[in-house]
Every structure is written in structure tokens, then in C-alpha cells.
């Protein structure tokens, strides 16, 4: 059966508006856009996203019309940076170090840190002029930064030692402006031999968290507020980035499969297996991307389970190294860092309903029973996919279609194709006419569209076609859309042409005998002139398709004529074929 599904496709004239989630990819610079620390390579600032290449060069992308604003680079030679901030107040905040050869006579030995080079740079957006830098310490050498609810700048030293090397302390710093306002400068572990990973200020109150590294003891998650710090938890293992949700109440680390509730400061049991390297949340909480260096999926947080359907593919080659989600209309947007470009993914939410025609015609309008109907929207499903089994399924990679009838109980319908804005969906052979419903659409992660209501008659003809021509088919000549005789008996595909006897239920391919004839018998005009009508009902091996079979009248004229198909008190719209002259 899957041959004929497809054999349909082609020559039963479903006109598909194919869609997929949009995709926009923009080219960075070369370099690299990897930190060999870890550390942040993109953030997100007043509308805009500034991707960092890690020796100091930052492109700032306009959200709005999601092009490049502009590129700056520090003013100073061979920076290295390992992190970055920014916001209208700060500018462009680099943690850096400059840096040089080791064997100036041979670059390829290697590169290594100018000393008291260390700095937060603080850098002019439109320029990329360094404003000025600060150094908390001679000892201090920063790796992270993060900005805190009251505008002011988080900056972690890196691991014990830095450059020099005398104090091995790990150090945090709250600055303003080019002023160290605030400077933990004890040691934060008993054993004094963890570094600062990864650091997170929350947007609504004056609460940063950050985790550390080991080199000998346990890794830890502590908060800091404008109190000091305080240490957590012991975590199993290092956490990797941290990431909070969209209402900050939990965040989760990119590594482990636990979260910490910010509500009460405790880790809670995320029981998901495998997390990957890199995650996101959704605009509105309900959502986290997952992605590992070549491909990402999506997590419904209120069933922890993945969502059907949604899948990012890298190019071969390419590596996701961070994304961000932002919540639109009816979509969230994702932006990815490969390697050296910048995706844009639009990955629908809400489905919206703003069609449901019938599936031939394209035609809104009421309802016939077993006709295919087409819902046009937005936001539909996260992928285009076709059925290619029967009977037709009732779910496609998480998209189902639901009618209500009378205040009977829900349906889903069995349906062929779905894609972010078309579903091709039959209607119920078995719903009466007379009746009366809402059809709803419940796309990936259960997300369900506002309802829109139908009513069902006894006929709603329609004929399919291809490239605005009728498709007929000749017994004798195989598929024709022109150059018809009269006399010529010929098979019209149709739907809407309701109720057959016996009932052959919605999904199910139509047998062959006993055959399903339709309980409303069509009339067919040519030029006006009526068709002899040799059967009419399902087409036997298909799934809910109609045909007509006919003799074309003798008496009808050659050239360009009418064909209106009436039925039940309903009338199909026109079409047009054309009469060659008969060869008798």
C-alpha cells in the first residue's frame, strides 16, 4: 500500500503548501569561535547577539532584521578572550589576556600570556576601542563574567594560580564601571583546590551562581549575593555551563542530570539520561533544547520527554558550540553557533488555524462526510512528513487533528501530510450530515490551536487536479488532462462525495469487492450536456478517494468546455477540459 500512497501524491493532484521551520544561516568572520576554556561564545544583550571569536573579535547581529550590525575589534594586539558580557550601560566586556609567542621566531610553537596582561576590557561597541580595563588584583586573572540584576559586573578569577602564580586563590569580583566595588578575596573551599567554572546572575534580583571545577576535591554549585558567598551542594560531577530557566526558578547544568530550584537553593532529580553539551530553554519555560555537537532535539519539561518531531541536523562537519532561544509570536528562535556561522531556526509552538478547506478545491465551506480536508496555519508541526503506511495514521511526528461533533466525544482524524502550515486530514465517513463541530489541531509538546467550528452535508463536491487541470484517466490510454473524445468512457478523481454503501471506515483503503458506490448518485455536465454515470464511489486500493467513471456525450462540442458536478443539492466548482474532434 505504500506504492499506491505515493502514486496518489503524484497523480491525485493534492496540491501540497509545503513548509519547514525557517532557517537563515549568516557567515561570521574567520577564527575560531571555540573557547579552549569552556567559557560563553555568544550572549544576548537589548535585541541583539554578539558571538565572540576567542582573540577578541566580537560581530554584533540585530535581532530585528537578524543581519550584521557590525564587527569591532579591540584595539590592542592579540587579545585572548575567554568570556564576554555586554549590555547598553557596560558596552562590550571582555575577560582577556594578551598574548604572544613563545619563540617569537617560530609562531608555531605555541602562544602564551603576556604577564599582568590579564584584564577586563571594557570595549567600545561601535568602535571596538578598549574604554578602559580593570584589574581587581595583580593576581587576578578573569575567565568568567556575568552581569547582575542591578547593572553591576560578576567577574570570576580562573583556576588557582593564574599569572603569576603566587596567590592560588580563586577570587570573584563586583565591578562598576572601571571601580571594584566588591572583591572576595578568601579562600572559598577548605581544601583550596577547586577553580570557578561557570558563573549566572539572575535578571530579577541581585543573585549570581556559580560552579567549580575540581582538581583534587568535589566539584560544588555555590550562590553569591551582595552578602558573600555560600556554598550549596557537592555535585557529582562537574556541571559544564549553567543555563536558567526563562522564570529563573530552576536552573540546570548542562552536564548533569539534576537542577537546582532557585526557589529553595536545592538540587531536584532531572531523570533524563545522556545530557548533552549544550542546552537552552524555550521563551516560556516549557521547553529545553538539547544539542550535541551535530544534531538537537527538544524536551517537553512537563512530561520530561523528548518531543516528536523537532530535530536539528548540522551539516557534515560542522559543530554546534552554543545556542540561544527566544521566545516570538508563535515560534521560538534559535540561534546556533557552528563553527563559523550563524543559524537562525524559527521552531513553531502554538499552532494556529486560519483555513480548513476542502482538500481538492481548496475551498472553504461545510463538510462532506469522508471528503480530505486541508488545514492551513501556522505553527502546524516541526517538520513536513508524509504518511506512508495504512490505515492512515492518526498522529504524524506529534501533530494530531481533533473534531468534536454534537458534544460527542473527541476524534482525531486519520490524515496523510503534515507541515508547519498544511495538514491533509479526512474527514469522518462515518459523521453524519446535519451535523455540527470544531476541529482543533494539537501540534508537538501538546500544544493545541484555538477550535473553529463545521457543519456536515450530504455533498461537497470537488475534483483534483494538477496544474490547474482536471485529471482524468482514460482506461485504454493510462493518465490524461487534455484531448478527450465523445463517446470516450473516462475516470474522474474526486472528494466530498460523501456516504457510500457499505460503509468502509475513515483510514481504510476502499476493497475491491464488493465495491463502494456512493449513496447520493453525482450528475456530471459537459458543455451542459449530461454524462452518462457508469459508477461512482470509492476508488478501490485508495483511502478515501472517489472516482467517477463516464461515457462523454456525443453531442458535445470540440474545443473548451464546462464540467460542473451536482450532488445532493450541491454543486462542485467549474472546471474547464477540452473536447478533441471524435475520430469516427
Known amino acids: 500500500m505504500k506504492l499506491k500512497i505515493h502514486s496518489w501524491l503524484?497523480?491525485?493532484?493534492?496540491?501540497?503548501?509545503?513548509?519547514?521551520?525557517?532557517?537563515?544561516?549568516?557567515?561570521?568572520?574567520?577564527?575560531?569561535?571555540?573557547?579552549?576554556t569552556g567559557q560563553r561564545v555568544m550572549t544576548l544583550s537589548n535585541g541583539k547577539i554578539y558571538p565572540l571569536n576567542v582573540g577578541g573579535q566580537v560581530t554584533i547581529i540585530n535581532l530585528k532584521n537578524r543581519s550584521i550590525e557590525r564587527t569591532i575589534e579591540p584595539d590592542e594586539a592579540e587579545i585572548f578572550a575567554t568570556d564576554l558580557c555586554a549590555s547598553e550601560e557596560l558596552g562590550v566586556v571582555l575577560p582577556s589576556s594578551i598574548m604572544y609567542p613563545s619563540d617569537p621566531t617560530n609562531p608555531n610553537t605555541g602562544w602564551v600570556v603576556k604577564e599582568s596582561s590579564a584584564a577586563v576590557r571594557f570595549l567600545d561597541p561601535q568602535s571596538g576601542r578598549v574604554v578602559h580595563k580593570v584589574r581587581p588584583s595583580p593576581y587576578f586573572s578573569p575567565n568568567n563574567c556575568a552581569i547582575r540584576a542591578d547593572g553591576k559586573l560578576v567577574v570570576t578569577s580562573s583556576l588557582k594560580g593564574g599569572s603569576p602564580r603566587e596567590d592560588p586563590t580563586p577570587k570573584i569580583a563586583v565591578i562598576k564601571g572601571n571601580i571594584v566595588e566588591g572583591f572576595v578575596v578568601e579562600s572559598l573551599w577548605p581544601t583550596n583546590?577547586?577553580?570557578?567554572?561557570?558563573?549566572?546572575c539572575l535578571k530579577t534580583e541581585n543573585k549570581c551562581y556559580f560552579t567549580t571545577k575540581y582538581d583534587y576535591g568535589r566539584p560544588e554549585i555555590w550562590s553569591l549575593t551582595p552578602s558573600g558567598p555560600k556554598k550549596l551542594a557537592d555535585l557529582p560531577r562537574v556541571a559544564g555551563e549553567i543555563v536558567a530557566s526563562p522564570d529563573e526558578k530552576k536552573i540546570f547544568m548542562q552536564a548533569l542530570t539534576v537542577v537546582l530550584n532557585?526557589?529553595?537553593d536545592s538540587l531536584e532529580e532531572f531523570p533524563f539520561m545522556n545530557p548533552p553539551p549544550i542546552l537552552a530553554f524555550s521563551g516560556d519555560s516549557s521547553l529545553v533544547y538539547w544539542f550535541y555537537t551535530n544534531f538537537g532535539y527538544a524536551v517537553d519539561l512537563g512530561v520530561q520527554k523528548i518531543i516528536p518531531g523537532f530535530i536539528f541536523q548540522n551539516p557534515e562537519g560542522e559543530k554546534t558550540l552554543k545556542i540561544l532561544a527566544l521566545r516570538q509570536q508563535n515560534f521560538d528562535l534559535l540561534a546556533i553557533l557552528r563553527n563559523s556561522s550563524l543559524v537562525f531556526v524559527e521552531v513553531p509552538r502554538k499552532p494556529m488555524i486560519h483555513a480548513v478547506v476542502n482538500g481538492a478545491s481548496f475551498q472553504p465551506g461545510p463538510i462532506a462526510p469522508g471528503e480530505w480536508i486541508s488545514l492551513f496555519g501556522s505553527s502546524l508541526s516541526f517538520r513536513t512528513v508524509t504518511a506512508d503506511k495504512v490505515p492512515l495514521p492518526t498522529e504524524l511526528k506529534g501533530t494530531k487533528v481533533w473534531i468534536q461533533v454534537d458534544n460527542n466525544q473527541p476524534l482525531t482524524l486519520p490524515f496523510i501530510f503534515v507541515s508547519l502550515n498544511q495538514v491533509n486530514a479526512q474527514f469522518p465517513i462515518e459523521v453524519p450530515a446535519g451535523s455540527?463541530?470544531?476541529?482543533?489541531?494539537?501540534?508537538?509538546?501538546?500544544?493545541?490551536?484555538?477550535?473553529?467550528?463545521?457543519?456536515?452535508?450530504?455533498?461537497?463536491?470537488?475534483?483534483?487536479?494538477?496544474?490547474?487541470?482536471?485529471?482524468i484517466q482514460n482506461s485504454f490510454n493510462g493518465w490524461l488532462l487534455n484531448n478527450v473524445q465523445p463517446g470516450q468512457i473516462v475516470t474522474l478523481y474526486a472528494t466530498g462525495l460523501g456516504e457510500v454503501q457499505p460503509l468502509v471506515a475513515s483510514g481504510i483503503p476502499a476493497p475491491f469487492d464488493p465495491l463502494a458506490w456512493t449513496i447520493n448518485k453525482p450528475e456530471v455536465f459537459i458543455g451542459g450536456r449530461p454524462c452518462e454515470i457508469l459508477f461512482s464511489g470509492l476508488s478501490p486500493g485508495w483511502v478515501g478517494l472517489y472516482q467517477i467513471n463516464l461515457r462523454i456525450p456525443l453531442d458535445v462540442p470540440p474545443g473548451k468546455q464546462s464540467l460542473v458536478i451536482?450532488?445532493?443539492?450541491?454543486?462542485?466548482?467549474?472546471?474547464?477540459?477540452?473536447?478533441?474532434?471524435?475520430?469516427?
Open 10 to 36: 503524484i497523480f491525485a493532484g493534492l496540491l501540497f503548501a509545503q513548509g519547514s521551520p525557517k532557517t537563515q544561516v549568516i557567515d561570521l568572520p574567520a577564527g575560531s569561535y571555540y573557547s579552549l
Open 193 to 200: 583546590e577547586n577553580s570557578i567554572d561557570h558563573i549566572l
Open 262 to 264: 532557585t526557589t529553595t
Open 436 to 471: 455540527q463541530g470544531k476541529i482543533w489541531v494539537e501540534g508537538p509538546g501538546n500544544q493545541k490551536s484555538d477550535s473553529t467550528t463545521f457543519s456536515v452535508v450530504s455533498a461537497n463536491p470537488a475534483l483534483f487536479t494538477y496544474q490547474g487541470e482536471v485529471i
Open 566 to 584: 451536482k450532488q445532493a443539492n450541491s454543486n462542485s466548482p467549474e472546471y474547464n477540459i477540452t473536447i478533441s474532434a471524435s475520430s469516427n
